[in-house]
């Protein structure tokens, strides 16, 4: 077998095991039988890029190049559908269409899978593009990361599919994925998603399609559009969709009376609850395609479908009493406090009130019986008050405080925004906690044995005020704690210690300032490469620096005009904190081809060889001479010596070009 066969083999081969596996749930082969061949290619297609397939199995491991999101057009817009959750909307609906058509009619009953929509346009049986809904009229081409999703073909089995169609469909993520991508946020310190579709849609979005590939999305197709279909029927399209490849709900099914939608309905409301995605509501369309040209469209949506969506799962139970949280921000929370109540399978003893406008649009009094909601949301929410409920004594009525629970300072308000702040960032208990927590985690100063309980512990002791007096700290002070030996004391101590050597940008990103994330630390530190030239910032020269808007600049302008944190700024600078970008990373050195011997070869248009030594050695990397065994790989420019090219692949040495070298080191 030529390498040529092997690799086609290996493709069809995956291709085909992935189906199995990914839409049929019927695996043929073992998990590792799997990722060995999946290596084997990937060996093959490296040391013969010659071979190379925008569509084989390989692509769907993602890259992780960053890249900007190109818009496309749609072919055909992507409409919504009208909705409605109520029965009675259905069956206008149902007779509305009777009296249009004027003939015996079928409707395809589905679910309605609550995730974020695709459109995937194949030609010749493969996966040519992936594009958003966007605004309706053209989206974000996402098709390297809609590739990671296993259940998409890439390429098709054999069919009598059209030379060029397009399909639409749900990207989802699954509750069980759902559950365990929060799971590692939070003990990341990650932001939650809220619910699954929010998940999809971002990871859909994310720069880095390698993040795709880790997330596992799935996907169920349910319109198929194109200028010759196999069939008139919609749902026969899809049956036949289903055969070509694509992961075609089983849970469709023709109606040919209005008792049939219904029961279709009932059935689901509780049913839907053991599938292993979110749905909302069901989609009833009008099979025929014929059907469905005479009907047309309003200026939104379709007239020969319609959305019925589930009532969200609620409960009735009575609000006691409304506290109030304080963030590290200083953002306050207002919390209904209620009567324990089941709501879809757990006790709820706490909702969120959200702000105060919503609790003045709720009319809320202590004591009113009020419905929370879960709706996909993790948090329950309080979404009205059963105000007929309400007897001759109505219950205090609801205000949102004017003074901060835990400081008593006056409570602020932010232009344009929904929450309350207490502004004593320097002062307030749980603000000062709070942001000694963001300083000592991971992604910050990374210091260890620390947690929100320790914290706690110190500041009640008196041991820190702020974070600064962190680096006062000595063993003997901890050991004398509870639950603290001499051991974790030192160990904690030495963390500490450690910590002066965390780069500038982390510190920046460290010091908890308002809408300062670790991205905009990032170009804070580099527009400012030493921490004093913030000081002095205007927001507008901050406006200049990419992913700085006018609220973020505004913010980092009033960290550093107010006198205390400066004086904290001041404090961790004398006890040898990073507080500039140190002569290595200003000359741009990284360690990015750490442990990699490169050989270069050929010649080059965008730098020298020279230069490119020059870069290889600045990023960590060593450039050598011939080609061995040890050779990570080869930066090759136009012409290539042909046996060296042999030789490379002989050994499964990767073959880079220029550009893909260049974005290495980006
Ligand atoms: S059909 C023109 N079928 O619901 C009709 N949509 O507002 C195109 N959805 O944006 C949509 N499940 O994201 C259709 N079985 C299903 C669906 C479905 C979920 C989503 C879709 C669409 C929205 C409708």
Known sequence: MTAKEKIDRLRADLHRHNYNYYVLNAPEI???????????????????????????????????????????????PMLSLGNTYSESEVTDFYNRVKESLNEDFEICCEL?????????????????????????????????????????????HHGNYPQSFEIRGEILMPWES????????????????????????????????????????????????????????HYENLQTAKTWGFKISDHMKKAQTLQDIFDYINYWDTERKNLPVATDGIVLKVNSLKQQRNLGYTAKSPRWAIAYKFQAERALTRLNKVSYQVGR??????????????????????????????????????????????????????????????????????????????????????????AHYCPNETACPPQIKGKIEHFISRKAMNIDGLGPETVDLFYQQGL????????????EDI???????????????????????????????????????????????????DITELYQAETDALTEVDDIGEKIAQSVVSYFRN???????????????????????????????????VVISGVFTHHSR??????????????TGSISGKTSFILAGESMGPAKLEKARKLGIRIVNEDEFLQMIE
């Open 30 to 76: 073992s998990d590792k039988e799997f990722d060995d061949m999946m290596r084997e290619l990937q060996n093959l297609e490296q040391a013969y890029p010659e071979y190379a397939d925008e569509n084989s199995p390989t692509m769907r491991v993602g890259s992780d190049l960053n890249k900007d999101f190109v818009q496309v057009a749609h072919k055909y």
């Open 112 to 156: 309605k899978y609550d995730g974020t929509s695709i459109s995937l346009t194949y030609e010749n049986g493969r996966l040519l593009r992936a594009v958003t809904r966007g605004d309706g009229e053209k989206g974000d081409d996402v098709t390297d990361n809609v590739k990671t999703i296993r259940s998409i073909p890439l390429v098709l």
């Open 178 to 233: 759902f559950e365990a991508l929060n799971r590692e946020r939070e003990l990341r310190e990650e932001p939650l998603f809220a619910n699954p579709r929010n998940a999809a849609s971002g990871t859909l979005k994310s720069q880095n399609s390698a993040v795709v590939a880790a997330r596992k999305l799935d996907a169920y197709l349910y319109y198929l559009l194109g200028e010759d279909l196999p069939c008139d029927g």
């Open 329 to 418: 921000t200083g953002a306050i929370t207002p919390v209904a406090n209620l009567d324990p109540v089941q709501l879809s399978g757990t006790v709820v003893r706490r909702a969120s009130l959200h702000n105060a406008d919503i609790i003045e649009g709720l009319d809320l009094h202590i004591g009113d019986m009020v419905y929370v909601e879960k709706g996909g949301e993790i948090i329950p929410k309080i979404t009205g008050v059963a105000k007929e409920m309400r007897d001759g004594n109505l219950g205090e009525k609801v205000v949102f405080i004017t003074h901060c629970p835990e400081c008593g300072s006056k409570l602020i308000r932010y232009e344009g925004e929904a």
């Open 464 to 475: 820190i005020k702020d974070v600064s007096d962190l680096y006062l700290l000595k063993v």
């Open 479 to 529: 050991e004398r704690l509870e639950r603290m030996g001499r051991k974790s004391a030192e160990n904690i101590v030495k963390s500490i210690e450690q910590s002066k050597s965390v780069p500038y940008e982390r510190v920046l990103f460290a010091l908890g300032i308002r809408f300062v994330g670790e991205t905009v630390a990032k170009r804070l530190s580099r527009f400012a490469t």
């Open 563 to 597: 006198p205390q944190n400066k004086a904290l700024v001041e404090r961790l600078r004398h006890i040898g904190l990073q507080m500039k970008q140190n002569a290595e990373e200003l000359a741009g050195k990284t360690d990015k081809l750490a442990g990699q011997n």
């Open 610 to 623: 020279d230069e490119y030594k020059a870069l290889i050695e600045k990023h960590g990397g060593k450039n």
